[in-house]
Every structure is written in structure tokens, then in C-alpha cells.
């Protein structure tokens, strides 16, 4: 099946999980729309106040529709766009993991559990992305999409644990209102984290290149993670988060002025774009910015907006984007200009672009009309000099000609020379550009079907009960006049880049960019990475050692220099006999700096390890001294065996400079451990009270009176398992290149 030449059937099970997760939804939808929600939670790790916890309300029960709804429309489409092609099986399986991921996200209520399903869409949408892996852009595409979205949930995780900590609990519903939230000083840096995450996860300038270059991945990829799913999951959490934050400094102008310049920046770039794909890419960048910029004007009607503009874009761009993928799979191009006359032979596919067209435009009656009306209807009272208005009806004059250059030019006009062989798609094809374009048009002429499901969303992320009314005619006044205004630009910019056969803008924006900026990033990492190994790691190994002494030294001895006063030193009682092996460990050290004999330093330096075994047996440590002998007795056996290897090597004597250097690096490292050896003896004041715990627990909970080894075997035995997998995987790999032979010569 991996290789794309098993037959249909079987592929129709993948269907069953976008079906599955819609059905089991759909029951609960009288609750929700009542105003209620359902939560859920199991005890996840309950000494941190983690939990598996899930709320299902208004907000997560529309996205998690769309994520179901339009998953299924894209699992059928895939069935047959992906016949053939290699790795079916593998495709469909991350997709399946990104459409769970993705559910998780936005039912869950817990930071923690939120975090790890964030970062699951970005693993998952990595191979989706690099799906092709054998294509370099594939893989470059995939990579710069998981790094920045990767850099953003770590810093989503730093701040959802900042607000976790501010608030006193890790549920998102809780957090609301918290006392004393507004006025903590950690707020702010908790605004900016999640606020790079949002920014990173739902491609907001200045992080918004990844998403136009995450088109090498699939169509069926583009059409869910980049137009309905994943990249809305920035949007989603902004407006979780809105009822929360939404007093915080901050929060609502970082929004807004961000989603101004992302929807700006988005929408005219798309103008330099010949790749359909690639437009509607530079398009969704666009509306995602204008999502956040409804956002962050936080009033009841931005929010109302929000939610209906949302379902609206899901909505035409799925669709757009599975027509742009059933034109290309029909004559192997996406470039409009060489494409013409193809309502000719792809009448079905002709009229579903029309339709999510003229919902792209914002033009009657469609819903993305009734979204751009109540955009419109916010923005332009917004602000005394109508900033967010302007940035509005630019945004919707590129919009309105990139939609008539999508729907009219290839299919209309005589017949370009790609269109030749083309065909009508397939119905597997066809089914989800059908279904998403009649979702276009048929709510805004019955707008109370959908009235309460954006009603019950917008009550979430307000915090208070609201109702969203549908409406294709609100009156005369500015916002009708600027979407006209807009409409008619857009139309005679569709006139000139037709005129000319190309699109407007063909030149690069001046200077470097956002992305240039992360290119040189990427390239000097490797070389930022080098210059500090060359600092840090000596050629020899006695540079090496110096290096590290030194800085355990400085560290450890800063830490005792500044950590307070010192405690009385005492004298310690010792018996003859433990006097006399610390003057055999001492006259031994002190013998293997002046031996030039290499065989006799490893004896003497071996006497020196039994001297210390015999301390711990003295002690009441016969677990360390058994280690201890085992490791002292190994080390000389080596040892021996090494040099006799390399005894035909001369080795010449340190000179006396490097001799003094070597004294003094040996000298601050023995007041070290005299200095740590004299606050464990003196300066403990009993207990500890993990010290208490063990004594306390090992023989109650493990059945163990050496407290040691109950702590190395039981209470932290997942520690021991660790180092022993290690040490069995270090092992085979000191096998393989013991077993291994150098190849002959001429041979690799």
C-alpha cells in the first residue's frame, strides 16, 4: 500500500475518522447552542495540578465542526488525488494524527494538554508538509514551518505557565477573572509569549513567510492545514484567551496593529504571485490578519465579526484551494495565465469557482459579503483617522481582483495552451469544492440555519451571552459604500493584470525581509555553532581538562563565596587507623606526580582508589566500596593494557611553565572539594527534608533499609532504566566498530 498501487478500497477507512469525530459531535449541539458547555477531566499529574481536562462550548464546538466537517471533504478528496503517488498510507496516517491533534487543541481546557496537542500539529503538519521528502522544497518548506512554529509554542509554553502561575490553576476556564491578574507584573511577559505563539502559529507578520512556502506540500494539505485548521489555531487561542487577557496592556493594540500589517502585507504580495496556490496562500495570510485585528479591537460586534469571517473563509478557501488542485491534477499547471476556456470542458469545477469566488470578493450573497459588511461595519468607526478602514478596503480591492483572476481567467477566454487535454474532475474531486461552495452562498440566504452555532462562539470568546444576526442588507452607510468602492478597484486591477497577462507587481519589495532575515539566521547558525566549539573544546586533552576544571571551579566556588555565611568549622574525630589511610592516600597522589614510570603511576594511582575504598567500608558504605574496588580494579587493568599497547610511544615531560599552570588548576579544585567537603560535614542542620522523606518512606514504601539504593532502584528508577539504555546502546555501538572491517581499496 506504501507504494500507491493497492487498490481504492481500503483507503475509504480513512474517511471513517473525520466521519466518526463529526457524529460523535453533533449530539451535543442542543446543549451548546442552549448556551451550556460540557467539560471533562482525569487526573493527568495531579502533584503539578495537571489534568486531562476538555470543555466543549461554543467556540471550540465550531471549530471543531470545521476541523471534522471540512477533514472529511478533504479525505475524500485525497482518496483520489493521491492515487498512485508513493507513501499513501504514511500520508494518510499523519493526516489522521494532525485532524486529532487539532480536536485536542481546541477542546482542550488544561495549559498543559493544550501545549503538547500545539505541538503535535506542528509535528504532524512537518511530514505533511514534507510529504514529498525526495524534493528539496519539500523538505526546506518543512523544516522552516516547524521552526518557527516550534520557536513560537515554546514560548506559548513559557507564558501559558507564567498565566498558570499567576492565576493559581492551569484550567483556561478557570482563569477568567482571576484576582489580581491585571495588575501582576509578570502579565505583560505573559501577553508577549502567547502572543508569539499565536503571531508564529497563525502566520503573522513578521512571521508569515512559512505559510506561501508551505505550499510545495500536497493540495489536500494546503486546503486543510493552511486554509481551515492549523493556521487558524493562532486565532483560535487569541480568542480563548481574549476573556482572560483581554484588559491586560497591551493585548488588544498588539493585535490589532499586527493583523493590520499582516493583512496588508499578505494581500499584496499575493500580487507577485503567477502560482494560484501560492496566491490563495498570500490571501489566507491576509484574512488571518484580519481576524486578529478584529480581535484585538475586542468589542462585541469585532468579536460577532470574527467568527462569522472565519467561517467564511474556511469555507470559500477550502474550496478554492481543492479547485486549484482538481485544475492542476487536469492540466498539470497552476499559473492562470497559460490557462483559459476550461468551463468547457470542466463546467462543474467552473461554477464552484465562481461561487467561493464571489464570497472571496465579498460580494452578494454570499457569506464572505455579510463577513466583509460587519468587518467594514467595526473597522470603520475604529479609530478617528479610519487607519484600520483603509487597511480594510485595500486588503478587499486585491482580494476582489485575485478572486476574478482565480475564477474568470482560466476558465473563461479562448482556450490556453494548458487547457488542450484537460477534463472534468473526478467526483471524489468534486465533492468538497461542491459541498464548501454552496456553504458559501446558501447561509447567507438563510441566515438563521447558522445563526446559533456563530452565536453560541461569539458568546465563548466574549464571556457573555451575544447574538450574531445575519443579515445581506444592512442599510446604506460607509461600509456598503467602501465594499463597493472596493469591489469596482478590484475589478479594474483584475482589468489591467489581464491587459498585461501577468499580475500587477512582478518586482521583489525592496530590502531584506522577515525572511531573508531567518535565511541568514539559519546559514550563520552552523558557523555560530563552530566558532563556539573551537572556543570551548581544546585539541588536547590536558587543555580540555584545564578548561573544565576552571569553569567548575568558578561556578561552584562563586556559589559558596556568595551563598552566606560560612559555618563553624569543628574538629573531627578520627581513630589511627582512618589516619593512616588518609596519609597512604595522600603519600600515593604525591607519588604519581613524581614517577616518570608509566606502569608505576597507574599502580600508584590504583592505590590511591583502594585507599578510598577503604574509607567507605570504614563508613558503613559497603555498596560504594564495592563500586569503587570493581571501577579502581577495571581502570588499572585498562590502563595497563593501553599503554603497553603504546609503549614504543616517547613522551617528552610537561615543561616547568606548564607544570605551575597545571599546579595551580589542581590546587583551586582540591579547596574546592575541601570547601563542599566542609559545608556537608558543618553545615547541615539535621534533616533535609527530602533527607526526612526517604528515611521515612524506603522502608515503609520500598522494603529497603539502605536508603541508597532504594532511592537509585526504586523511587527513581526510571533515572536507573535511562542510564542503563544508554549504556546498552553505547555498548552495541562500541560492537559495530569493533566488528567492523576498512574497506578494501577502491571500494567505499
Given at each position: 500500500m506504501a507504494s500507491g498501487k493497492s487498490p481504492h478500497a481500503p483507503s475509504w477507512l480513512w474517511v471513517l475518522a473525520p466521519f466518526m469525530a463529526s457524529a460523535a459531535l453533533l449530539p451535543s449541539y442542543p446543549v451548546?447552542?442552549?448556551?451550556?458547555?460540557?467539560?471533562?477531566?482525569?487526573?493527568?499529574?495531579?502533584?503539578?495540578?495537571?489534568?486531562?481536562?476538555?470543555?466543549?462550548?461554543?467556540?471550540?464546538?465550531?471549530?471543531?465542526?470545521?476541523?471534522?466537517?471540512?477533514?472529511?471533504?478533504?479525505?475524500?478528496?485525497?482518496?483520489?488525488?493521491?492515487?498512485?503517488?508513493?507513501?499513501?498510507?504514511?500520508?494518510?496516517?499523519?493526516?489522521?494524527?494532525?485532524?486529532?491533534?487539532?480536536?485536542?487543541?481546541?477542546?482542550?481546557?488544561?495549559?498543559?494538554?493544550?501545549?503538547?496537542?500545539?505541538?503535535?500539529?506542528?509535528?504532524?503538519?512537518?511530514?505533511?508538509?514534507?510529504?514529498?521528502?525526495?524534493?528539496?522544497?519539500?523538505?526546506?518548506?518543512?523544516?522552516?514551518?516547524?521552526?518557527?512554529?516550534?520557536?513560537?509554542?515554546?514560548?506559548?509554553?513559557?507564558?501559558?505557565?507564567?498565566?498558570?502561575?499567576?492565576?493559581?490553576?492551569?484550567?483556561?476556564?478557570?482563569?477568567?477573572?482571576?484576582?489580581?491578574?491585571?495588575?501582576?507584573?509578570?502579565?505583560?511577559?505573559?501577553?508577549?509569549?502567547?502572543?508569539?505563539?499565536?503571531?508564529?502559529?497563525?502566520?503573522?507578520?513578521p512571521f508569515h513567510f512559512w505559510l506561501p512556502n508551505a505550499m510545495a506540500a500536497p493540495t489536500p494539505v494546503s486546503a486543510y492545514l493552511h486554509s481551515s485548521t492549523m493556521v487558524k489555531a493562532g486565532v483560535y487561542l487569541a480568542l480563548r484567551c481574549h476573556p482572560i487577557l483581554s484588559g491586560a496592556p497591551g493585548w488588544g493594540c498588539a493585535l490589532a496593529w499586527l493583523g493590520a500589517a499582516t493583512a496588508l502585507a499578505g494581500t499584496v504580495s499575493a500580487l507577485r504571485e503567477r502560482d494560484m496556490k501560492r496566491q490563495l496562500a498570500y490571501l489566507t495570510v491576509g484574512a488571518l490578519g484580519t481576524l486578529m485585528l478584529l480581535i484585538g479591537l475586542g468589542s462585541e460586534k469585532a468579536l460577532q465579526a470574527v467568527v462569522v469571517y472565519l467561517v467564511a473563509h474556511a469555507l470559500y478557501k477550502g474550496s478554492l484551494f481543492m479547485l486549484v488542485g482538481g485544475v492542476d491534477h487536469a492540466t498539470g499547471t497552476r499559473d492562470a495565465s497559460e490557462l483559459g476556456g476550461l468551463r468547457k470542458v470542466m463546467p462543474i469545477t467552473a461554477g464552484c469557482a465562481m461561487a467561493a469566488a464571489v464570497s472571496l470578493a465579498g460580494a452578494p450573497p454570499s457569506m464572505g459579503f455579510i463577513g466583509k459588511e460587519s468587518l467594514l461595519g467595526v473597522v470603520w468607526p475604529a479609530t478617528p483617522d479610519r487607519l484600520y478602514a483603509l487597511v480594510a478596503y485595500l486588503s478587499g480591492t486585491i482580494m476582489a481582483a485575485l478572486a476574478l483572476w482565480v475564477a474568470l481567467r482560466p476558465f473563461w477566454g479562448p482556450t490556453g495552451k494548458a487547457s488542450a487535454k484537460a477534463h472534468e474532475s473526478a467526483w471524489s474531486l468534486l465533492c468538497g469544492p461542491v459541498v464548501l461552495s454552496v456553504g458559501s452562498i446558501l447561509p447567507a440566504l438563510v441566515p438563521g440555519s447558522v445563526e446559533g452555532l456563530l452565536s453560541a462562539a461569539a458568546s465563548s470568546a466574549l464571556g457573555r451571552s451575544t447574538h450574531v444576526h445575519l443579515s445581506l442588507w444592512h442599510g446604506w452607510g460607509p461600509p456598503l459604500w467602501i465594499g463597493l468602492a472596493a469591489l469596482a478597484t478590484g475589478w479594474a486591477l483584475y482589468g489591467i493584470a489581464r491587459r498585461k497577462d501577468a499580475p500587477v507587481l512582478r518586482a521583489d519589495f525592496p530590502g531584506p525581509g522577515p525572511e531573508a532575515l531567518y535565511t541568514a539566521c539559519m546559514k550563520a547558525l552552523p558557523e555560530a555553532a563552530a566558532r563556539v566549539t573551537l572556543c570551548t573544546q581544546a585539541d588536547r586533552l590536558r587543555d580540555a581538562i584545564r578548561t573544565f576544571v576552571v569553569v567548575l571551579t568558578l561556578a561552584v566556588g562563586g556559589t559558596l563565596a556568595v551563598r552566606g555565611p560560612w559555618p563553624a568549622l569543628g574538629s573531627i574525630a578520627a581513630h589511627p587507623h582512618e589516619i593512616w589511610i588518609c596519609v597512604l592516600i595522600i603519600v600515593t597522589a604525591i607519588a604519581a606526580i613524581r614517577l616518570a614510570e608509566r606502569f608505576a603511576i597507574v599502580a600508584v594511582l590504583g592505590a590511591t582508589g583502594l585507599g578510598v575504598t577503604m574509607i567507605f567500608v570504614l563508613y558503613g558504605a559497603p555498596d560504594l566500596a564495592m563500586t569503587q574496588f570493581a571501577v579502581e580494579t577495571l581502570t588499572v587493568i585498562l590502563l595497563a593494557l593501553v599503554l603497553h599497547r603504546f609503549s614504543m610511544l616517547e613522551t617528552g615531560r610537561s615543561s616547568s611553565g606548564q607544570r605551575a599552570v597545571d599546579l595551580f588548576v589542581a590546587s583551586c579544585l582540591g579547596v574546592l572539594m575541601w570547601a563542599l567537603a566542609s559545608v556537608a560535614l558543618h553545615g547541615r542542620q539535621g534533616l533535609s527534608a527530602s533527607s526526612q522523606y526517604f528515611s521515612e518512606t524506603s522502608l515503609v514504601s520500598a522494603h529497603g533499609r539502605n536508603i541508597v539504593n532504594v532511592i537509585i532502584v526504586d523511587f527513581r528508577g526510571i533515572d536507573t532504566m535511562g542510564e542503563i539504555t544508554v549504556l546498552a546502546v553505547a555498548g552495541i555501538g562500541v560492537y559495530a566498530l569493533l566488528k567492523a572491517r576498512l574497506p578494501k581499496d577502491g571500494q567505499r
Open positions: 451548546i447552542g442552549s448556551g451550556n458547555g460540557l467539560t471533562w477531566s482525569a487526573p493527568w499529574v495531579p502533584g503539578l495540578g495537571f489534568q486531562y481536562a476538555l470543555r466543549l462550548d461554543g467556540l471550540s464546538f465550531l471549530f471543531a465542526m470545521l476541523i471534522s466537517g471540512i477533514g472529511l471533504l478533504i479525505f475524500i478528496y485525497a482518496r483520489t488525488y493521491m492515487a498512485g503517488e508513493p507513501g499513501r498510507v504514511r500520508f494518510f496516517s499523519w493526516l489522521t494524527v494532525f485532524m486529532a491533534s487539532m480536536l485536542g487543541l481546541v477542546l482542550s481546557d488544561d495549559v498543559l494538554l493544550l501545549f503538547v496537542c500545539w505541538e503535535l500539529t506542528s509535528v504532524s503538519s512537518y511530514f505533511l508538509i514534507g510529504h514529498r521528502h525526495r524534493e528539496e522544497g519539500s523538505r526546506a518548506a518543512a523544516h522552516q514551518a516547524l521552526m518557527v512554529t516550534g520557536i513560537g509554542g515554546l514560548a506559548l509554553l513559557c507564558g501559558l505557565l507564567i498565566l498558570s502561575s499567576i492565576t493559581g490553576t492551569t484550567r483556561l476556564s478557570e482563569m477568567a477573572g482571576a484576582p489580581g491578574l491585571l495588575g501582576n507584573p509578570l502579565t505583560p511577559a505573559a501577553v508577549v509569549l502567547i502572543l508569539a505563539g499565536c503571531c508564529t502559529k497563525s502566520a503573522q507578520w
